[in-house]
């Protein structure tokens, strides 16, 4: 008897957590993929319509915008962060003496809420208060930035926040593989009289091929949730100059009781998101159990 | 050759790279400190000053007004009543929901290592998947399935979302950190006749501190900084500090208070940046951890 329940307690234990997974993630995409098939409006409608919200969805302007903001803002969000990681973690690892009092200033935006972000940047980047009258006061009178304020140039004022919050992030995962590389390999580099600057480009950086792999899908995989920094800074706006996936899903399902179309919308991130993360884990569980 | 004749005149060189570094690595730090000075000074000027200009310079005259405004007497939504109540929903929000967490996931990685059955790999690896799912996907469902349990607009319902949202971070975290530890000690302890609890009461978890510091920081800091699921489904008495400042800095009445704001912003951070200014190795680890697997 005592041996039964020894047997079956540990998959008693694990239970709550898996039935827990089990319907609120993969029962609830279930649900949301079911919605997107039908007419719900301000409700969930349960009538079957068939695949229409998906060609009407992708023929909104609407949602072109938020696609192409999220182009916009997803390559050079990635982009930026990983040439200023890859940067001040090469930079750090010179033997650099005060490391450890810059490391945290680098590194702390991360601890903080994207609003906390959004709201510092939302007015530091305000023209009337912030940058520009900084720039006159100083005396550059013909100085100009109201981006924040521009529909074209709005959205990348959310890049900048981002990035601010990110790179140090990045700077550590680099940083912890930079730390992962033997030293003797740089030395047999030097002794090779090979330049710092080519020992980085052809020896170092290539051995960081897992660090690059890893800062990609995290930070792709934030891009495409980022929702509250663009709340925060413009709240999707001018206009809609700044909406993004994430705020056309809730808009359009809470706000615009169109229901049927946010169920699509989000379906669709969903496929952008697992499309980059089932390889990535795949891989990564794959050589966990060969090693 | 070449690379002898570079070396030969290379000292002032090096000193120059050096210095070179460090101008860089200084002017990043100023990029990276600027916002949090603003904030700090501009929360601590009477709101004439702010308008004025100069928003990098100190303050002319020093006030703690905004502070006391932002925590105690500010209109957020329909009440003065400042971020205080909001902190405090915050905190009976954060707690009972990193606890729980944290719990479960110590229990499931102990099972996932420990205690293999035939299927432990699938149902890791769905727990694994859920930790990367846009939220958008079940904010529909969720809402509606809250309403039908009557923890629509409470503190409840918010614990128990970030309870399954939370689980899949908390369990690959311990499941990586107990895979490194020694099978051959729980097999002995088995064969000792130490049951399933009793195995991980007196040998895992006495050693699963580290593990359960990064855990907790990790939780803490993702569910004090949410917004989504605060935004979606808290109610007035409910409603995280984010929710609130954010209702605080874009409520269109009445003229803008960026002092208050600043203010009402660096409270909202003051929580998460003490447990990353205490711990800092740790919360760098649980980021790592959270990254890339073990």
Known sequence: ?291 | MISSSIRGNSGANIKASRIFIYLILIIFAIYYLLPLYVMLVNSLKPLEEIRGGGMLNLPIVWSLDSWRSAWSSAQIGVDPSGLRPYFWNSISMVVPAVLLSTILGSLNGYVLTKWQFKGHGIVFGLLLLSCFIPFQIVLIPMAKLLGVFGLAGTTAGLVLVHLVYGVGFTTLFFRNYYSAFPTEIVKAAQIDGAGFFRIFWRILLPSSGPIIVVTVIWQFTNIWNDFLFGASFADFDSIPMTVALNNLVNSSTGVKEYNVHFAGAILAALPTLVVYIVSGRYFVRGLMAGAVKG
Not at chain 1, 98 to 110: D, K, N, V
Not at chain 1, 140 to 151: A, T
């Open chain 1, 1 to 291: 008897m005592k041996n039964y329940l020894q047997l079956w307690l540990p998959r008693i234990v694990l239970a709550p957590s898996f039935f827990l997974i089990l319907v609120f993630v993969y029962g609830f995409i279930i649900y949301t993929g079911y919605l997107s098939l039908t007419d719900s409006r301000m409700l969930p409608t349960y009538e079957f319509m068939g695949w229409s919200n998906y060609p009407k969805l992708f023929g909104l302007r609407h949602w072109k915008i938020a696609v192409n903001n999220l182009a916009i803002f997803g390559i050079l969000y990635i982009l930026i962060c990983t040439i200023i990681g890859l940067l001040l973690a090469i930079l750090l690892d010179q033997k650099i003496r005060a490391e450890g009092f810059l490391r945290p200033i680098f590194l702390y935006p991360m601890a903080l809420s994207f609003i906390v972000t959004g709201t510092a940047w939302k007015w530091f980047l305000d023209p009337g208060i912030g940058l520009e009258s900084i720039m006159h006061q100083w005396g550059w009178e013909s100085f100009h930035f109201d981006w924040i304020k521009n529909r074209t140039f709005a959205i990348y004022t959310v890049v900048m926040a981002a990035v601010w919050q990110s790179s140090g992030f990045v700077m550590a995962m680099f940083l912890a593989g930079l730390r992962g590389i033997d030293g003797e390999i740089m030395k047999a580099a030097q002794i090779d009289g090979a330049s710092g600057f080519r020992i980085y480009r052809r020896i170092i950086i290539p051995m960081l091929r897992p660090a690059f792999l890893s800062a990609f899908v995290i930070l792709a995989h934030l891009a495409i949730k980022a929702y509250d920094l663009v709340i925060a800074l413009t709240n999707g706006g001018p206009g809609r100059a700044t909406e993004l996936p994430a705020t056309f899903m809730y808009s359009y399902t809470f706000e615009r009781n169109q229901m049927g179309l946010g169920a699509t919308s989000a379906i669709i991130m969903l496929i952008m998101i697992f499309s980059i993360i089932i390889p990535y884990l795949y891989s990564e569980l794959r050589s966990e159990k060969e090693s």
